[in-house]
């Protein structure tokens, strides 16, 4: 790298100029740019769409050498050469969906310095041939693609993305550059210390989204509804219908396609050549609407996406937003949308609990599907919930249905109170673990197995909640946590209080809460715990 970086931001604008066209840097992009350029290592969250491939594509041609991409997005690979290749960038990717002698040419052009970007899956690094043909070349820099694939945290684990840490200890000189669209904080210490980038400089994007329209509702008919949805404000829209199953993608693309919106499936379970069909004419056509399962969207770049529609709860806070933020990626009103009911719920406790993996990793995905249930069930501000959970901050926005049509709410503040003070009298026997369950227990007063164990019978709230049904109790504990009144430790699921708890006991601060007739929460919850 050169030392004197007046010339290398000019050098990075220019080559933003002459090869992609544009004339300015958005937010954020010159300031990575310019650290990468200078050596620097980075770990950069920025929304889908915010426009992160720059930030190693200008570095990688600024510096001398090749910038090598990890990119978990073998499918898209093959369209993301292509792309800059019509660009004049010289770029090449390897996979294992090439042939010997396809390998061969791309692996010859690196090691003669002609390529500007390489692409590679993430298992390739783990083989030694591999690591041969980079020291062949000069790498300019790493570039790690949808970073959260490291964290066992997330919901895109990636086994092959843990080997990424030795990246630093066999080329300690390149600099490192890591991306995601989707990351809590939590997850963003992971990435830090999986990827061995602790020392790397943070850029944070802001994660609001203003032109996307959020819109929760209780699921009725899911069919109807979302047939009003496309036919009362989207007609000839292109959208994208996300369900869970195979099954149930099928039977809405059949069922949209019968009323005249011409829908095309996609799912894991179709053949490749159906998948990549419909993939391309849902990018490359005008107002299609495509009915996936979420294998449908990663590195999806389609700006005129006028639609999200969920037909079904998705598995966290994360995979919303990073789905989504599919919509409306030229900045122009877009809706997502979603349906969800008490069904969705059950099913999705029932896959976390007969699903893999050990009792933490269960655990924690139950924490995820609580900040979703919470999100769905905030009589705030949907933008302002999902930005703190990003750990962003934000103002009402005017343009989310709490916004336009606030819900009907009630005064929680007693039964709060109630909640809290068990939690407070439990976090004193700070060894033991009680979730929500037990602390519903305690405030019904039921003479549980642990109850009588722990001799919480004796506790003074014991029984002091008997106004409200466990149902209901279950509402007011997930509303509690969707206030941030309540937090939850993610590896035992225990309730703790948080800094804002003490005013509610206190009687300094009122709880409001939504009212809704029948809350998909008593049963489903259960398993939770
Ligand atoms: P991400 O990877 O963050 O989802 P991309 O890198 O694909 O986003 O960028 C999204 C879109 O924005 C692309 O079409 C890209 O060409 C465009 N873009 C990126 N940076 C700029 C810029 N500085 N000016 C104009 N358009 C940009
Ligand atoms: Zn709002």
Same mark, same amino acid.
Request: aromatic share 6%; hydrophobic share 40%; net charge negative.
């Given at each position: #790298?050169?030392?004197?970086?007046?010339?290398?931001?000019?050098?990075?604008?220019?080559?933003?100029?002459?090869?992609?066209?544009?004339?300015?840097?958005?937010?954020?992009?010159?300031?990575?740019?310019?650290?990468?350029?200078?050596?620097?290592? #980075?770990?950069?969250?920025?929304?889908?769409?915010?426009?992160?491939?720059?930030?190693?594509?200008?570095?990688?041609?600024?510096?001398?050498?090749?910038?090598?991409?990890?990119?978990?997005?073998?499918?898209?690979?093959?369209?993301?050469?292509?792309?800059?290749?019509?660009?004049?960038?010289?770029?090449?990717?390897?996979?294992?969906?090439?042939?010997?002698?396809?390998?061969?040419?791309?692996?010859?052009?690196?090691? #003669?310095?002609?390529?500007?970007?390489?692409?590679?899956?993430?298992?390739?690094?783990r083989l030694s041939s591999t690591v041969e043909l980079l020291d062949r070349g000069t790498i300019a820099l790493f570039a790690i693609d949808e970073a959260h694939c490291v964290s066992q945290w997330g919901h895109d684990f990636r086994p092959d993305y843990l080997t990424l840490s030795g990246l630093h200890e066999r080329w300690p000189d390149v600099p490192r550059i890591a991306l995601t669209a989707t990351a809590t904080e939590a997850t963003r210490a992971e990435i830090a210390s999986r990827l061995n980038l602790e020392g790397a400089k943070q850029y944070v994007a802001?994660?609001?989204?203003?032109?996307?329209?959020?819109?929760?509702?209780?699921?009725?008919? #899911?069919?109807?509804?979302?047939?009003?949805?496309?036919?009362?404000?989207?007609?000839?829209?292109?959208g994208i219908v996300y369900c869970l199953s195979r099954n149930s993608v099928e039977k809405h693309a059949g069922f949209l396609t019968q009323n005249g919106i011409e829908a095309l499936p996609y799912h894991a379970g179709l053949d490749a050549g159906t998948r990549a069909a419909n993939q391309s004419r849902f990018l490359r056509e005008d107002g299609l609407v495509i009915v996936a399962t979420i294998a449908f969207g990663m590195g999806i770049d389609k700006p005129d996406v006028r639609f999200v529609a969920h037909l079904d709860l998705p598995k966290s806070v994360e995979g919303y937003y990073q789905e989504t933020g599919r919509a409306g990626r030229d900045g122009l009103p877009s809706t997502a949308w979603l349906a969800y009911g008490l069904q969705d719920v059950v099913n999705l406790r029932k896959m976390i609990d007969s699903g893999e993996g050990d009792a933490a990793h269960r655990r924690r995905q139950a924490v995820h599907l609580d900040s979703m249930l919470a999100l769905c069930e905030t009589v705030g501000c949907r933008r302002v919930q999902l930005l703190d959970y990003f750990g962003q901050s934000g103002e009402p926005c005017g343009n989310c249905d709490t916004c336009l049509s606030p819900p009907e709410t009630w005064d929680a503040t007693v039964a709060a109170q109630k909640v809290l003070s068990v939690i407070v009298r439990l976090d004193r026997e700070r060894r033991q673990?009680?979730?929500?369950?037990?602390?519903?227990?305690?405030?019904?007063?039921?003479?549980?197995?642990?109850?009588?164990?722990?001799?919480?019978?004796?506790?003074?709230?014991?029984?002091?909640?008997?106004?409200?049904?466990?149902?209901?109790?279950?509402?007011?504990?997930?509303?509690?946590?969707?206030?941030?009144?309540?937090?939850?430790?993610?590896?035992?699921?225990?309730?703790?209080?948080?800094?804002?708890?003490?005013?509610?006991?206190?009687?300094?601060?009122?709880?409001m809460m939504r009212r809704e007739p029948d809350r998909p929460t008593a049963k489903a919850a259960k398993t939770a715990k």
């Open positions: #790298a050169s030392p004197d970086s007046g010339t290398e931001v000019s050098e990075a604008l220019e080559t933003l100029r002459r090869v992609f066209g544009y004339d300015t840097f958005r937010d954020g992009q010159q300031e990575i740019i310019e650290h990468v350029v200078d050596g620097g290592d #980075a770990l950069v969250l920025m929304p889908t769409g915010g426009g992160k491939s720059l930030c190693y594509q200008i570095p990688a041609q600024v510096r001398k050498g090749t910038g090598i991409v990890i990119s978990p997005l073998i499918a898209l690979m093959q369209d993301q050469v292509d792309a800059l290749r019509a660009l004049g960038v010289q770029a090449g990717f390897l996979n294992s969906a090439q042939d010997f002698d396809e390998r061969r040419v791309v692996e010859a052009q690196y090691a #003669a310095g002609e390529l500007d970007l390489l692409y590679l899956a993430p298992e390739r690094l802001s994660f609001d989204r203003p032109n996307i329209q959020y819109r929760i509702e209780p699921k009725t008919d #899911a069919k109807r509804q979302l047939l009003r949805l496309l036919q009362n404000e989207h007609a000839g829209d292109a673990k009680f979730g929500a369950g037990h602390i519903i227990d305690i405030l019904l007063g039921k003479k549980s197995a642990k109850v009588i164990q722990f001799d919480h019978d004796s506790l003074k709230p014991f029984g002091v909640g008997t106004e409200l049904r466990e149902a209901e109790w279950r509402a007011v504990v997930r509303q509690l946590l969707a206030q941030g009144l309540v937090t939850v430790e993610s590896d035992h699921g225990t309730l703790l209080q948080t800094d804002a708890s003490g005013d509610v006991l206190r009687g300094r601060r009122t709880v």
